[in-house]
């Protein structure tokens, strides 16, 4: 059965902290993805790579950044968390190849404070 | 304007009704077109996939794009309780398989 894991399913975190989200696949895939969903705005891509350590900004990076030492291992760290970052963010992989299919964790519901 | 647009609902239908789900976008240069299905505190999966336009079914599931059109739709029949959910529409191209998602449309299946 393959598997995308996040770490945490929900984190409370202070204005100000050091985030870090977590996320681990067991299918050999080359991409990654992390995205935030917000209601009435879908999910939106926030980085993603396509081999260790490349990356690449999505549609929202500002605030993010991101790490991959490992193949199965894609971080994604917010560097001094804001309230406006409170969300779902939700983490995919997929085989490199044109349409194929992404695989989503359970996502980890972040709550700044 | 969004590239992809999708009606959030919410939708109420009553069991067994035709559901209907649509999406249009503004990129011509989407190349494959894809329906995933959201249950609450769940991550997202995918439902249907289609490379370029016309009609793919899949059990009481069918897909339609119309590319001239910039229109996509995912039809359920007999629709079931057990389909109430959040369908995401996405659409992408080339290799690096980024997606664009519409927003979800919340579909409740009234028993």
């Known amino acids: 059965d393959v598997k995308v894991t996040q770490s945490s399913r929900y984190l409370v975190k202070r204005t100000g902290e050091k985030v870090f989200l977590e996320c681990v696949q067991d299918?050999?895939?080359?991409?990654m993805f992390w995205y935030r969903q917000d209601p009435g705005l879908g999910l939106r891509l926030i980085y993603f790579?396509?081999?260790?350590?490349?990356?690449e900004k999505g549609d929202i990076p500002e605030g993010y950044s991101v790490s991959r030492e490992k193949k199965e291992r894609f971080s994604l760290i917010l560097e001094s968390a804001s309230t406006n970052q409170t969300s779902m963010y939700l983490c995919?992989?997929?085989?490199?190849?044109?349409?194929?299919?992404?695989?989503f964790g359970q996502g980890t519901r972040l709550t700044v404070v | 304007q969004k590239e992809v647009e999708q009606d959030p609902g919410p939708l109420s239908v009553p069991e067994g009704a035709i559901v209907s789900l649509n999406c249009t976008y503004s990129?011509?240069?989407?190349?494959?077109f894809m329906w995933y299905r959201q249950y609450s505190r769940k991550g997202p999966e995918l439902l249907m996939y289609?490379?370029?336009?016309g009609n793919k079914e899949d059990g009481r599931f069918t897909a339609q794009v119309d590319k001239s059109s910039k229109y996509i739709s995912l039809f359920i029949r007999d629709s079931q309780p057990s389909d109430s959910a959040t369908y995401l529409c996405?659409?992408?191209?080339?290799?690096?398989?980024?997606?664009?998602f519409g927003t979800g449309t919340l579909l409740a299946v009234q028993p």
């Open positions: 299918m050999d895939h080359e991409n």
């Open positions: 990129n011509s240069a989407f190349q494959y």
């Open positions: 790579s396509y081999d260790v350590k490349m990356k």
């Open positions: 996405a659409m992408g191209r080339g290799a690096t398989n980024k997606l664009i």
């Open positions: 995919a992989s997929s085989l490199t190849g044109a349409g194929t299919e992404a695989f």
């Open positions: 289609t490379y370029s336009s």
